[in-house]
Each structure stands twice: as structure tokens, then as C-alpha cells.
């Protein structure tokens, strides 16, 4: 099988957690491969593991058994330094909360992982500058996150996960504190950011922003239920 | 690369203080006053070195002063208190028998006496009885008039020479030379002014009023008890060892001494003053030290609490951090950064509220405390590198744990955090 097109590769992995002295389990038995540019909605009701799941992919978490190959790297080896840089370069997160930080300007928030990966000031500022014109937010650049609007925040986010250029765009309910409109024009981004060819996860509980997706896992109680190709996906 | 991390923790730290201006300055309290103990203390131990130096640079450093008190307080006072008073005989033959000095005197004092000039008294000023030969060490230069001679001295001429400040309190607006003033109903015509030689020591030599010693003896000729003094100049420090030894072996035989009992007058040295200073110095560090490590205690204490009370409040933020790629080195280092910055902007503010009131208390306190005058009203730059340096590492140590805890932080826990 080809391999050099894989992003994801995780084989069995399972996250448990000791409750009074019973081991839960939040994701049991998941194997799961994501290609370059794939759209990929995650599913699930609440507890259905999915925010388990989420932070695994992301390396904020890590299995407690199981196999997770990132770019052929296995992800069992790492240290928290290793994972930081991977969470750093190659993946970009967007969060329901948005998860701005408060005191700090768009275009500084923006700039945020660039210092951590040690971009020259000069460099990074061009970047940051660049990508929060790319979503739009070209006259809202020194802005302070509570200056905007939701719909605002969420793509100074956006912008915060793009500027590294990472290999997957790691969504989390990235419309749940937004109106439906602004959800639609939000969804609309994460379409045009595919279409140039980004690689999508997005964790989700409604079916309407699942079917943006190109393939939908829906988890329940920490089981894959049905992993398929959506033929309707949905284009704003 | 870490470089931009520390930039950009520098300017975190700034903002969070800025932030919490009334709150961080409370938590850096004891770190204000920490710091300010140090450069008081550095600042008054500073004063005295100066102090002793110039001391001794006006004694002279080879000069001995045979004395039935001990200056520095080396024996206990008891003791001094039963010695017998140096009589003048004793004192002369010591003077004329001394080969190894270069010169040697007797000397005499008389305090609080009433000087009289025209129809004001003024009190508090010493009279000296002494010889010729005080005019030609350091202490007995003169800037105007001249000192008493041999001849003065033979004859016990009615001249006096006036320290600078007691040339001041006599004649505060007119020229002293040639004016004849009243010492204990004697008629004394002022020659010559010493110059000024006050330090906090030194500074009732400027009150003195110089007299022939033959002259001293006729107007202080009741026979209350005073003990002279014999001032020698060794003429070269190498030479201090030779006059000492004489001068000992000569004064325990013209005292009776037998051999083994103890002496019972003391060789004063410009290095007695050494030994004074040194005291003080020691007595100035122990209640500075004790103080300033008490407050530094305090304030470790209260900036560890602060920092733990701002990473709790930030916990999402690290969360948030970590998320998009912060190692657990860049969270530890913005901490202790702060903590750092805390504790340096509480050095500075030390300084400056130190400056100030070293600046006020050097001015004003003099004016009715003499002995201060040697304190200097300006803080020495050096305090700055000292305070900078004693509060950055006070802060790391305060900052260490709360930072080690943000930094072990899981970050899917810290992002969940509201």
C-alpha cells in the first residue's frame, strides 16, 4: 500500500481512564488512516469519545496503547518537546472558544507560533500580516480580540492555525459559539482552505457541518460506528 | 530562537504587571524593602570607609598618640577608668628621652570651656595646650596667620591658634587674626586658623583652640586631675614598630611598671581607628543582614504566592500555548521571566525611593546631627548593579516552583480550564 500520502496512521489505540478503580474506556480499538487533503468530520454525540480522539490526533494526548504514526514518526517515542514541535509545525488548531489570547492583537496572536518554532520578528510579521489578510481580516490586523466579532475571532484562529503551514487543520466544533451565518461563512473558509489543498479534521456533534466533510467517522461510546465517503458533500 | 521567547516573555511580564499594578506591587513589597536594606547598608558602610580614610589621611599614618584612654575601645572601661592619669612630668620625660620618633610632645586638654570675645560667651570648644610642634603635622596646618614657635612656647606667650569651626563660632563675619579673646579670664591673642579637617570622627578638631602648652599650664593651673598625652610622628610607617616599641619600653619604666604587669596606658594608631570602623562596620551589617534576609524571606514568600495565583489564572492561556507549540522550557522561562521582572521592578522602585531619601537625610540630618556629615547624599551607581543583580536572582528563586508547576501543566486539562 502506498504510504507517502498519509498524514495519520493510528492502529488499535485505546485511551482508558481509572474510575473508582474500573478502568473506562474513552476510545477502544480505533484505527484510522487520513491522506493528504482529505476533509474528514469526526462525529459523535457528547461522550462518544470524540474529543478523546481529537486530542490524540493532535498530539495534546497520547494513547494508552495502540499505534500512531504521524509522517512515519511514531508518536509512542516522543517526548513533550518532540510533541510540541509536531503540535508547533504541523498541526493547526481551531477551537470552539476560539481560545484567543485576550491582551494580545490579531496580528500578535497570530505571530504566537512563529516565535515558538523561532522565526526572525521580521519574517514572522510578514506571515502573520499575510495570512490574516488571506481570511480577510486585512483592516482588523491590530485589533484585540474583544475589538471583533465572533465570526472575527474565529478567523484570527483560523489564521492562527494556518500561519505554519501545518499538515492538518485539527477544527473543534469551530461554528458551536457562532450564529448560523457566520457558521456558514466559517464553513466556507475551511471549503476554500481544501480546495487549495489542506487536510481537514473536523469534531463535530451536528450532521449539518459534518456533511462539509468528504468522509465522516461517527464514533459512539468510543467505538468507530461507520467510517464512509460522503457523496452530498455540502459546498457554501 | 530563544531570544525571541525572552522577548516575548519580557513583554508578557510588562503587561501582566501593568495589568495589576497595585497587586504586583504589593507582592513585591518585601523585595522593596529587601533592596532598600542592602543599599542603606551599603550606603553607611560606605561613609564610614570614607570617613576612616579620611581620618586617616588627617592624623597622618605615622603617627602615635600615647594616651591613658584607649581610642577604639579595646580594653573595657573599667579598666581604663583605674589607670593613672599620664602626669606632665611623665609625659615630658617621655618626649625628651624618645630618639626613634621623629618628633614627640606633650599635650594637654581642657573641655567645655567658656571663650570669651568682647561681651558673647561661647561654649563647647576644647583647648589644646601643646608645643610648637603641632603646627607641623597635618593636624596643625594653618590657612591663615601662623602657628605658635618655640619661642611661644619657651615663654608661654598669650597666643592662640582657632580651629576652623571654632573660628567660625567666634568670628563668624570678621577676620580672627590680631583679636584678642578671653579663655578662662586670660587675655589670648588669636595668630592663626587651622584648616578644616571635619569628618564624623575627626570633627571636634575643628572646635579646638591651640595654645602653648606653657601657657595652658598657667591658666589651667588647679590641681584637678588631667592626664597629658604623648604625640609622636614616626616620620615613616616603617618606622611605627620602633617608635612603638621605645616609647612602650621608655613609659613602663617611667611609670614603675614591674615586668609582666600590664600597661597601663594605650599606643593609639591610625589603626585604632581601623579597629573603631571595623566595629561599627560589624554592628551595621548584623542588624542589616538579620533585617534584610528577614525581608527577603517576606518577599520570596510573597512573590512565589502571586506567581502561583497568576498561573492559576492563566492556566487556560498555557493550555492555549502549549496547543500551538510551546515547549515546556518556553512556559517555564515566561514565568520565571516575570518573576524576575517583578522583582527587578521592585529593586528599581527601592532605588529611587532610596536615592531620595538618602539625598533628604544626607542634607537635612547633618544640620542637627554633626557626627552624620560623613554620609553623602548621593547613591553610588554601584548600588544600581547590586540591587539589579540581587533582585533578578531573587526573583528566579521566587519564581522557580509556580513556573515548574506551568510548565508541567497537561495541556489538555489546561485548555479545558475556565
Known amino acids: ?236 | 530562537m530563544i531570544i525571541a521567547e525572552f522577548n516575548e516573555s519580557i513583554k508578557l511580564a510588562y503587561d501582566s504587571i501593568k495589568s495589576n499594578k497595585l497587586r504586583s506591587f504589593l507582592a513585591a513589597l518585601g523585595v522593596v524593602i529587601g533592596i532598600s536594606f542592602v543599599i542603606l547598608m551599603g550606603w553607611v558602610l560606605q561613609g564610614l570607609d570614607k570617613t576612616m580614610e579620611d581620618s586617616i589621611n588627617l592624623m597622618g599614618q605615622d603617627m602615635i598618640y600615647l594616651d591613658k584612654w584607649d581610642w577604639a575601645g579595646g580594653h573595657t572601661n573599667k579598666k581604663v577608668d583605674q589607670r593613672k592619669d599620664i602626669s606632665y612630668s611623665q609625659a615630658k620625660e617621655l618626649s625628651k628621652r624618645m630618639t626613634q620618633s621623629v618628633m614627640a610632645f606633650p599635650q594637654a586638654w581642657k573641655w567645655n570651656n567658656q571663650i570669651k570675645y568682647k561681651n558673647e560667651k561661647f561654649s563647647g570648644l576644647i583647648v589644646q595646650g601643646t608645643t610648637y610642634e603641632n603646627g607641623l603635622i597635618p593636624e596643625g596646618t594653618v590657612t591663615d596667620g601662623r602657628f605658635f614657635t618655640q619661642m611661644d612656647d619657651q615663654f608661654g606667650s598669650k597666643v592662640v591658634v582657632l580651629g576652623s569651626k571654632a573660628k567660625e563660632t567666634i568670628f563668624p563675619n570678621e577676620d580672627a587674626i590680631g583679636k584678642t579673646i578671653d579663655v578662662n579670664g586670660h587675655k589670648l591673642l588669636v595668630i592663626g586658623v587651622v584648616k578644616k579637617q571635619g569628618t564624623m570622627m575627626m570633627d571636634f578638631v575643628d572646635t579646638k583652640v591651640y595654645i602653648p602648652l606653657s601657657a595652658f599650664l598657667q591658666i589651667y593651673n588647679d590641681q584637678r586631675r588631667r592626664s597629658f598625652t604623648v604625640v609622636m610622628k614616626a616620620g615613616d610607617q616603617t618606622n611605627l614598630d620602633n617608635v612603638r616599641e621605645e616609647a612602650k619600653g621608655l613609659m613602663r619604666e617611667i611609670r614603675n611598671l614591674k615586668p609582666g604587669e600590664d600597661e597601663d596606658f594605650s599606643l593609639n594608631e591610625t589603626k585604632n581607628f581601623q579597629a573603631f570602623v571595623d566595629n561599627l562596620r560589624i554592628y551595621v551589617w548584623g542588624v542589616g543582614i538579620g533585617m534584610t534576609i528577614l525581608s527577603f524571606i517576606v518577599g520570596i514568600i510573597g512573590i512565589m504566592n502571586i506567581m502561583f495565583v497568576s498561573v492559576a489564572e492563566r492556566t487556560k492561556e498555557i493550555g492555549i500555548r502549549k496547543a500551538i507549540g510551546a515547549k515546556n522550557r518556553s512556559i517555564l522561562m515566561q514565568f520565571i521571566v516575570e518573576s524576575a521582572f517583578l522583582c527587578f521592578v521592585g529593586a528599581m522602585m527601592a532605588y529611587i525611593i532610596c536615592s531620595i531619601f538618602i539625598f533628604a537625610l544626607a542634607t537635612i540630618l547633618p544640620k542637627f546631627v554633626p557626627q552624620t556629615s560623613f554620609l553623602s547624599p548621593v547613591m553610588p551607581y554601584e548600588f544600581l548593579i547590586i540591587a539589579s543583580v540581587v533582585s533578578i536572582f531573587v526573583g528566579i528563586l521566587a519564581g522557580f516552583i509556580p513556573a515548574l508547576r506551568a510548565a508541567k501543566l497537561d495541556p489538555v486539562d489546561a485548555l479545558r480550564y475556565e
Open chain 1, 1 to 236: 500500500m502506498d504510504k507517502s500520502n498519509t498524514i495519520i496512521d493510528i492502529g488499535n489505540i485505546s485511551k482508558v481512564y481509572e474510575m473508582g478503580g474500573e478502568p473506562v474506556y474513552a476510545i477502544r480499538d480505533i484505527s484510522l488512516e487520513i491522506k493528504k487533503n482529505e476533509y474528514l468530520a469526526i462525529m459523535g454525540p457528547s461522550g462518544s469519545g470524540k474529543s478523546t480522539l481529537m486530542n490524540i490526533l493532535g498530539c495534546l494526548d497520547t494513547p494508552t496503547t495502540g499505534r500512531y504514526f504521524f509522517k512515519g514518526n511514531d508518536i509512542n517515542d516522543m517526548t513533550d518537546n518532540d510533541l510540541a514541535e509536531i503540535r508547533n509545525r504541523e498541526i493547526g488548531f481551531v477551537f470552539q472558544t476560539f481560545n484567543l489570547l485576550p491582551r494580545s492583537s490579531a496580528l500578535k496572536n497570530v505571530e504566537l507560533p512563529l516565535i515558538y518554532s523561532g522565526m526572525k520578528k521580521s519574517e514572522r510579521d510578514e506571515i502573520a500580516r499575510n495570512t490574516l489578510i488571506d481570511v480577510g481580516l486585512a483592516d482588523r490586523i491590530s485589533h484585540k480580540p474583544n475589538e471583533l466579532s465572533g465570526g472575527q475571532r474565529q478567523r484570527v484562529a483560523v489564521a492562527r492555525a494556518l500561519v505554519t503551514s501545518p499538515s492538518i487543520i485539527l477544527a473543534d466544533e469551530p461554528t458551536g459559539n457562532l450564529d448560523s451565518k457566520t457558521g456558514v461563512e466559517i464553513m466556507h473558509l475551511f471549503y476554500e482552505l481544501w480546495k487549495k489543498g489542506n487536510t481537514i479534521i473536523l469534531v463535530t456533534h451536528e450532521e449539518e457541518i459534518a456533511l462539509h466533510a468528504n468522509r465522516i467517522i461517527r464514533l459512539r461510546d468510543g467505538l468507530v460506528e461507520r467510517d464512509e465517503i460522503n457523496h452530498h458533500q455540502r459546498i457554501e
